[in-house]
């Protein structure tokens, strides 16, 4: 009964405060696919071009899939966590394979495609083919917790349970999409994460942490672990004609697939001495014969990654000699104009701007 009185309740408030974007006007899968995708982890505000950008040069599964990674990365360029677009490319790929580029219409096979998560899938299964599952994300986990005033963790797994549970029953079988969105829309602009808008809230009069005073501690956090510090120095290094070495990042780290200046990766931020300058150069295949501007630049803030705080330095280094021969062969020497064709991570990309383009 009492989810019936916040079902009827929270879209009654719908009808009038929908927020509209251009992916709520669609049902295409591939569609609402690109939008929750970008969304993960950015705001709706910095997502939206992107997303438009994305659909005007990838407007379908076959687009993308036979897209370069390297294309799609550039796309992505400026939006951070580009494991995002690596999985897209490859998940476009895989539909083009077994299901012909129809993107699938059931929860587990959707669950099943590389980078889609229990929210995702849900989000797609509703918004696109009318499914009643319920999404539940952090602004769902929000709003439910407050309304049932949870005291323990959100993440834990018994509260965890409890929301979707929760969540599944109170949705609207007959209006899954409108109801998820509903939910989603009140995370975002009333139930927000400080200050909550309770005075304009739709269900209000149910709320027990408004009622018991609670909704400065409710949703309760578990504290993370610290995040890992690295020191990223880059050389910055030019030769006469003013190109500049960049490579692309291979491995299982950060920033797979974009390009970068030559990096000397340190346990601490002192600044290089000239002798790992010295050994860093011969090892390219640079020779001794360079001179290296005073300024170090340092930006201000460190650049936060969910796990890691990456702090970085950039040296401009001039090359007097060298020989194309003896240089690493993942090493190119790009002419600064030419810099914007390559994603860069966002941070590098800033410096570029100050610096070089
Ligand atoms: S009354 Fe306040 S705390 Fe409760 S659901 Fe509404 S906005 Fe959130």
Redesign the pocket.
Known sequence: MANKIFTTKLLKWFETERRDMPWKQTTDAYCIWVSEIILQQTRVAQGLPYYLRFIKKFPDIKSLARAEEDEVLKLWEGLGYYSRARNMHATANEILEKYDGVFPSTYEKVRALKGIGSYTAAAIMSFAFGQPIAVVDGNVK??VS??LAITDAIDDSGSLRQIEFWAQNALDKKHPADFNQAMLD?GAT???PRN???Q?????SG????HNNL?AI?PVKVRKNTKRSRFFHYLVIQNKKGDVLIHRRAGKDIWKGLYEFVLIEKMDKTNLTMAELNDTLKALGLGTKYSVDDTVYCPDKPHILTHQQINTKYYSVLINKYDDLLLRPDLNFVNRGNLTNFAFPRELKAYMEKFLI
């Open positions: 929000r709003v407050r309304y009140l009333v139930c927000l909550p808008l309770c304009e809230c739709p269900v209000k709320c027990g942490a408004l909704t409710i």
